[in-house]
C-alpha cells in the first residue's frame, strides 16, 4: 500500500509517538496503526483522524496494533459516527480484543463503522 498524499486530501505525515506509530495509507485511503492506543497516545491519533476525516470512506489498519484501551476505541467509534452518508470507517484487521471491546461497549453495530478482516482485502 502506498502512503503518499491523495489527490484534494493531505494525509498526515507519519506519527511516531513512541509507543505508536500512525502512517498514512492511500489506496485505500486511512491510516495504519502501529503500537499501543491509549490514554497517552490518544492525541496523536485523534489529529490523524481529523486530518484526514473530510476525504471520504477511511481505512484505519489495525493489524499491528498491539493494545488498544477503550479511549482508543471511542476515538475510531467517533471518527465512524463522523462519516457522511454512505462513507464507512473500515477497521482492517481488528485483534479478539478489539472486537471483543466493540461488543462490549454496544459500539459494533454503528452505522458507519465496517469490520474487515486482513484477508478480505
Do not use: N
Not at 485523534?46 to 484505519?60: D, K
Not at 484487521?93 to 459500539?107: A, H, I, K
Amino acid at each position: 500500500m502506498d502512503t503518499a498524499d491523495t489527490v484534494g486530501i493531505r494525509a498526515p505525515d507519519t506519527v511516531a509517538d513512541p509507543p505508536l506509530r500512525i502512517t498514512p495509507l492511500v489506496d485505500p485511503a486511512g491510516l495504519r496503526i502501529e503500537g499501543e492506543l491509549d490514554y497517552a497516545t490518544l492525541p496523536a491519533l485523534t489529529r490523524a483522524l481529523v486530518s484526514m476525516a473530510r476525504g471520504g470512506s477511511l481505512c484505519v489498519d489495525l493489524s499491528g496494533l498491539a493494545f488498544c484501551d477503550v479511549g482508543g476505541l471511542r476515538a475510531l467509534v467517533t471518527a465512524a459516527d463522523g462519516m457522511r452518508d454512505g462513507q464507512v470507517l473500515t477497521l482492517r484487521s481488528p485483534s479478539p480484543q478489539v472486537r471483543r471491546l466493540l461488543q462490549l461497549t454496544g459500539w459494533h453495530p454503528k452505522a458507519g463503522l465496517r469490520l474487515q478482516d486482513r484477508s478480505a482485502s
